[in-house]
């Protein structure tokens, strides 16, 4: 996988990537790209990117397919908390995507299985992800993926360690019995499917979750690990996001920054 530290704006990098990449895309097919998106705080400055970029005609929404990652279990798409809710106001309000192009899981289905099954389904249908933007949780989740989600996971209903809850409780008043206990989630599995991954982690409550790309570990006690089983993964993180990172990894990447110090950016492969 490909580990790229940045000091740049995280968000204004992946926005970037994901202009040239559609930009890129679209003269040489038909067939509309497909991406997978998250939520999260960490993305929220590269939705605003991503609308400013629609906002001065350098991106046009209207040939490109999304799956988002995660829902929670319970939420309306009305409820301010939801992934429903956050998706139409960071970004499908602001921009010309068809609304028969996005897709998000269903929290409310009466049959969350069912669900599940035909969103995977959608998927397929679409032709798979090309581009799959994904957050990291402080745990090293993956979406909804808590620690011990097998690699080859679907999407699925999952449930949120306590640990997940505290730390999302912050969107919902600091008040974690407000936190819904389910989520229904992309698998691991469905990620490692897409033909290609950028998954963005920044600040020190990162650190612990990036530092475990030095350990040589590919676990799934921490799924960030199995970004480094895909063929084209990259991680983008900050500088803060990268300090624990340790041994050989750290010592390649001293290397690139003492090397190319004018750089905004460093990227190895680890
Ligand atoms: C949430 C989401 C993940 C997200 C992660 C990080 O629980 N389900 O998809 O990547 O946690 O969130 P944040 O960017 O707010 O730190």
Redesign the pocket.
């Known amino acids: 996988m490909h580990l790229i530290v940045t000091k740049q704006d995280i968000g204004l990098w992946a926005a970037s990537y994901i202009h040239r990449r559609i930009t890129e895309f679209s003269p040489c097919s038909t067939k509309p790209f497909v991406l997978g998106l ?6 929220l400055s590269m939705y605003k990117f991503l609308r400013e970029f629609h906002q001065q005609g350098k991106l046009d929404f209207s040939h490109l397919v999304t799956f988002n ?2 829902e929670y279990v319970g939420l309306s798409p009305q409820d301010s908390q939801s992934y429903h809710f956050y998706m139409k106001q960071n970004l499908f309000d602001s921009v010309n995507i068809p609304t028969q192009n996005i897709h998000l899981l269903n929290g409310l289905a009466a049959d969350l299985d069912a669900e599940c099954n035909t969103y995977e389904q959608a998927i397929q249908a679409a032709g798979g992800i090309e581009l799959f933007i ?4 402080r745990n090293g ?1 993956l ?2 993926n808590e620690p011990g989600s097998s690699f080859t996971s679907r999407t699925r209903p999952v449930t949120l360690e306590p640990n ?1 809850r505290q730390v ?1 409780s912050r969107f919902f008043d600091n008040d974690i019995s407000r936190v819904p206990t389910q989520a229904l989630s992309v698998g691991i599995g469905t990620v490692l499917d897409a033909r290609e991954l950028l998954f963005l982690a920044n600040g020190e409550q990162k650190a612990p979750a990036v530092a475990r790309l030095s350990t040589g570990e590919i676990t799934p006690q921490w799924p960030i690990t199995a970004l480094k089983t895909h063929p084209n993964a990259t991680l983008l993180v900050d500088e803060e996001a990268a300090k624990l990172l340790t041994g050989e990894v750290r010592q390649r990447l001293e290397h690139a920054k003492n090397t190319q110090p004018d750089q905004p950016d460093w990227r190895i492969e680890i």
């Open positions: 998250p939520t999260g705080a960490t993305v990652m995660d994904g957050g990291v949780g989740h979406a909804f997940t999302n």
